[in-house]
């Protein structure tokens, strides 16, 4: 697996203190980028929360799946959370170590009393004494949240006193961009009431092993979630119950517990999100399709990158964006003269970047700009590498709808039916497609739609 180090740099480690407006929550953030460009410690809010015992919660989730590894546990180090600003809520999210686990808590406007929410994204300091400081928390007596600086430091700070280094493996980028586009092909299945959501919640197995294979289905009853056998129309998958364990942190406060999940198609594993509501917040999971299997390999995104036109439509989209919270395809359409499905393949060649993700809730994208190079996340993506290299080297032979691709000693045929791209290889025997095109198929898209493939890549 390939890494990178990231290091992060804080004035100091983010605390829980006492002061003359009470509790103090500092959150204490490394370089990102804002409206303004890069900042070394970039501030985005300073005031009340409305429901504190419940933000700690729900901070302490995303800093569990930070901290996580659902499969084949192992100790390893935690990237501290990301949190960007949308200017009407602050948004936190984190990935699993495995990958197959994302978490974001959304807390919304009505959770924050204070200036407005600034714009940008940066990684915040989550360090152990904090997380014991805040799971003390069990009133919602006064709680400051301050993420960034406080005005005094804002223009004091010389450089960096707290440096963090943590290994960051390129499918964990890549599998931010899997998790987006896995989650727009989501619907609404089904929404439990607090009563039901913490019935269902509390019977899900909190395994402290290695998560099991194989994967359950549930579908929505009268009494909430209920088993079946089968995944019948409507069911979600539910593949590795025992990780959504973060959840229990905040279960006593839901309100309610919405699940989502795309069409069921041919009974096979799929991914599906579950999220909780909450007072002014929401938190939510999203898992892979298996235990065992990360977002990272889902190849959701490859299509997207495999062409010019989505680069350069990407890059009109990308002025467009403005740190909204909500980004409608629709309206982005009518901004840049492009069809709907061209600004789509545009928003997934972005989020592979980090620079947008997708909310559920508000069934729409937002803006974000991870604080790392996620653009690495593309430059060696090994299927997408290996295509360009075969679509580079002309090993690509075009007959029509058929196509052949030379790969080593062998010759791999690639055929167009029902606007879909089938292959004699293995890949595609083992998958059928369900986890993206194989790299034969890719690197005839490539060489289909003319795109710069000199070189290998790009």
């Given at each position: 697996?390939?890494?990178?180090?990231?290091?992060?740099?804080?004035?100091?480690?983010?605390?829980?203190?006492s002061?003359?407006?009470?509790?103090?929550?500092?959150?204490?953030?490394?370089?990102?980028?804002t409206?303004?460009?890069?900042?070394?410690?970039?501030?985005f809010?300073?005031?009340f929360?409305?429901?504190?015992?419940?933000?700690?919660?729900?901070?302490?989730?995303?800093?569990?799946?930070?901290?996580a590894?659902?499969y084949?546990?192992?100790?390893l180090?935690?990237?501290?959370?990301?949190?960007?600003?949308?200017?009407d809520r602050?948004?936190f999210?984190?990935?699993s170590?495995?990958?197959?686990?994302?978490a974001?808590?959304?807390v919304?406007?009505?959770g924050?009393?204070?200036?407005?929410?600034?714009h940008?994204?940066?990684?915040?300091?989550?360090?152990?004494?904090?997380?014991?400081?805040?799971s003390?928390?069990?009133?919602?007596?006064p709680?400051?949240l301050?993420?960034?600086?406080?005005?005094?430091a804002v223009?004091?700070?010389d450089?960096?006193v707290?440096?963090?280094?943590?290994?960051l493996?390129d499918?964990?980028?890549?599998?931010?961009?899997?998790?987006?586009?896995?989650?727009?092909g989501?619907?609404?299945?089904?929404?439990?009431?607090?009563?039901q959501?913490?019935?269902?919640?509390?019977?899900?197995?909190?395994?402290?092993?290695?998560?099991?294979?194989g994967?359950?289905?549930?579908?929505?009853?009268?009494s909430?979630?209920r088993?079946t056998?089968?995944?019948?129309?409507?069911?979600?998958c539910?593949?590795?119950?025992?990780?959504?364990?973060?959840?229990?942190?905040?279960?006593r406060?839901?309100?309610a517990?919405?699940?989502?999940g795309?069409?069921v198609?041919?009974?096979?594993?799929?991914?599906?999100?579950?999220?909780?509501v909450?007072?002014?917040?929401?938190?939510t999971?999203?898992?892979?399709?298996d235990?065992?299997?990360?977002?990272?390999?889902?190849g959701?995104?490859?299509?997207?990158?495999?062409?010019?036109?989505?680069?350069?439509?990407?890059?009109?989209?990308?002025?467009?964006l403005?740190?909204?919270?909500?980004?409608e395809?629709?309206?982005l359409?009518?901004?840049?003269?492009?069809?709907?499905?061209?600004?789509?393949?545009?928003l997934?060649?972005l989020?592979?970047?980090?620079?947008?993700?997708?909310?559920?809730?508000?069934?729409?994208?937002?803006h974000?700009e991870?604080?790392?190079?996620?653009d690495?996340?593309?430059?060696?993506n090994?299927?997408?590498?290996?295509a360009?290299?075969?679509?580079?080297?002309g090993?690509?032979?075009?007959?029509?709808?058929?196509?052949?691709?030379?790969?080593?000693?062998?010759?791999?045929?690639?055929?167009?039916?029902?606007?879909?791209?089938t292959?004699?290889?293995?890949?595609?025997a083992?998958?059928?497609?369900?986890r993206?095109?194989?790299?034969?198929?890719l690197?005839?898209?490539?060489?289909?739609?003319?795109?710069?493939?000199?070189?290998?890549?790009r």
């Amino acid at each position: 697996m390939t890494r990178s180090v990231q290091a992060l740099a804080y004035a100091r480690p983010s605390a829980l203190e006492s002061s003359q407006v009470g509790a103090v929550l500092g959150l204490e953030t490394a370089g990102g980028l804002t409206p303004r460009g890069a900042e070394a410690h970039p501030r985005f809010f300073a005031g009340f929360l409305s429901a504190p015992r419940i933000a700690a919660r729900g901070l302490l989730a995303v800093a569990d799946v930070a901290a996580a590894r659902y499969y084949q546990r192992a100790l390893l180090s935690s990237l501290d959370p990301v949190v960007t600003g949308n200017g009407d809520r602050l948004r936190f999210e984190s990935f699993s170590g495995c990958c197959g686990v994302y978490a974001r808590l959304d807390v919304l406007q009505e959770g924050l009393d204070g200036e407005r929410t600034g714009h940008g994204t940066t990684n915040v300091d989550v360090n152990n004494p904090l997380r014991d400081a805040l799971s003390r928390i069990t009133a919602d007596d006064p709680l400051h949240l301050r993420v960034g600086p406080d005005e005094l430091a804002v223009t004091t700070l010389d450089g960096p006193v707290v440096e963090k280094k943590v290994p960051l493996p390129d499918r964990w980028l890549r599998g931010f961009a899997e998790a987006q586009v896995a989650s727009a092909g989501f619907d609404l299945r089904a929404e439990l009431t607090a009563a039901q959501a913490v019935a269902f919640l509390r019977s899900l197995p909190r395994g402290s092993g290695n998560a099991a294979r194989g994967s359950q289905w549930v579908v929505a009853s009268g009494s909430g979630l209920r088993p079946t056998t089968r995944p019948v129309p409507g069911a979600v998958c539910l593949p590795g119950p025992e990780r959504l364990v973060a959840l229990q942190r905040v279960l006593r406060h839901a309100t309610a517990l919405r699940v989502y999940g795309p069409p069921v198609a041919d009974g096979a594993a799929a991914a599906s999100a579950w999220e909780v509501v909450l007072p002014g917040m929401r938190l939510t999971l999203t898992l892979s399709p298996d235990s065992s299997r990360g977002f990272s390999g889902e190849g959701g995104v490859l299509e997207a990158l495999a062409t010019d036109d989505a680069a350069a439509d990407a890059e009109l989209v990308s002025v467009l964006l403005a740190w909204e919270p909500r980004i409608e395809p629709a309206s982005l359409a009518g901004q840049s003269g492009l069809s709907a499905e061209r600004v789509r393949a545009a928003l997934t060649r972005l989020g592979t970047a980090g620079r947008v993700g997708y909310d559920l809730a508000d069934a729409a994208y937002f803006h974000r700009e991870l604080p790392y190079d996620a653009d690495r996340a593309e430059r060696h993506n090994p299927r997408l590498v290996a295509a360009r290299e075969l679509a580079g080297a002309g090993a690509v032979t075009l007959d029509g709808t058929l196509a052949s691709v030379s790969s080593g000693d062998r010759r791999y045929q690639v055929r167009q039916s029902d606007g879909a791209l089938t292959c004699t290889c293995q890949w595609w025997a083992d998958y059928r497609g369900k986890r993206g095109p194989c790299k034969h198929a890719l690197a005839v898209t490539m060489v289909r739609r003319g795109a710069t493939v000199a070189g290998g890549v790009r």
